[in-house]
């Protein structure tokens, strides 16, 4: 997971996505030998000497400045989280040895303003996501929606390893593709945040050995952060779901998420949430439940 070797692949993976007519080149017809655009041509959108702009792919060029990146990100017609992605993995910042050992030995704790949160939200569906996207607490609520993770050892409560390994997540999610992509699409969010973490690049490396998707998905090189969205549910009790998830971070500690779902009141999928929670719901209140 070196930072430069993934700056190529990342350049390489956006200059493929992009044709001639994309970004208002001349295409003068015959075979291309490269899939989307050359570097030459790359180079010439973003105002940089072909010779730099090979060089950066190689992993050859240190600390490109700002204004290099800025042209590269128009040329390459990056969203912006793709150029923060771009940007870090150009510049990388040297870890320090205190966030070298928190990311081999150290365990997340729970924030206990995101725990009192959980505990109040008893009719929405909740968790809290850390480094990794690995499930550091959660409701009874998104038990009833998503599995008891009670049930799994710890090293087992993580998003992308339940949704590639658990063959019950395909039945769960009824777009299964489109949310297995925005997994894999946060992971290389995740990796160029943390390029030195080696419990991420176990996860990776386990992923890509035993699903044939995420190791095709990641080679693409896809970057997006969590933010919100609608997610559509098969549920096996009460059936079909759309309900729209929020990611809402600490500003003091982002490495830590606490995400919601909901349904649109009046709506088919707002009754079926409701069915839900009523055939879940306990004769006691349950706490919020943390990762031992």
């Known amino acids: ?12 993976s956006r200059r493929s996505r992009l044709q001639p007519a994309d970004v208002a080149l001349p295409d003068f017809g015959g075979h291309r030998r490269v899939a989307g655009l050359r570097r030459e041509e790359i180079a010439q959108l973003a105002g940089v000497s072909v010779d730099y702009y ?25 969203s912006e989280d793709e150029t923060r992605h ?19 030995t150290e365990q997340q704790h729970v924030r206990p303003m995101l ?19 690995d499930v550091l607490a959660w409701n009874a609520a998104a038990s009833a929606l998503l599995g008891d993770f009670a049930t799994r050892r710890a090293a087992e409560r993580n998003i992308p390893r339940i949704t590639f390994l658990d063959p019950a997540a395909r039945e769960l999610y009824a777009d299964w593709t489109a949310c297995a992509r925005e997994n894999v699409a946060y992971l290389q ?26 190791r095709r998905w990641w080679a693409e090189q896809p970057v997006q ?9 098969h549920h096996p009790v009460v059936g079909d779901l759309d309900l729209t998830y929020e990611t809402l971070r600490s500003t003091e500690d982002p490495e830590q998420a606490l995400i919601t779902y909901t349904a649109e009141p009046r709506t088919p999928s707002h009754d079926a949430l409701h069915m839900l929670l009523a055939w879940a719901a306990p004769t006691s209140p349950v706490p919020s439940r943390p990762a031992p």
């Open 189 to 214: 969010l995740e990796a160029g945040r943390h390029p030195d973490d080696p419990q991420l690049a176990g996860l990776i490396g386990e992923l890509s050995m035993k699903s044939q998707d995420f």
């Open 225 to 233: 952060d969590k933010t919100s969205g609608v997610k559509r549910f």
């Open 1 to 12: 997971m070196s930072p430069t070797i993934d700056l190529g692949a990342f350049l390489r």
């Open 115 to 133: 725990r009192r949160l959980l505990d109040e939200l008893r009719d929405v569906p909740a968790m809290v996501m850390g480094r990794r996207m």
């Open 86 to 104: 771009l940007r870090r993995l150009a510049q990388p910042r040297p870890a320090t040895r205190r966030t070298s050992r928190t990311a081999r």
């Open 54 to 78: 090979t060089r950066m792919e190689q992993g050859r060029v240190a600390n490109p400045s700002e204004l290099v990146l800025d042209s590269l990100a128009r040329a390459l017609r990056l």
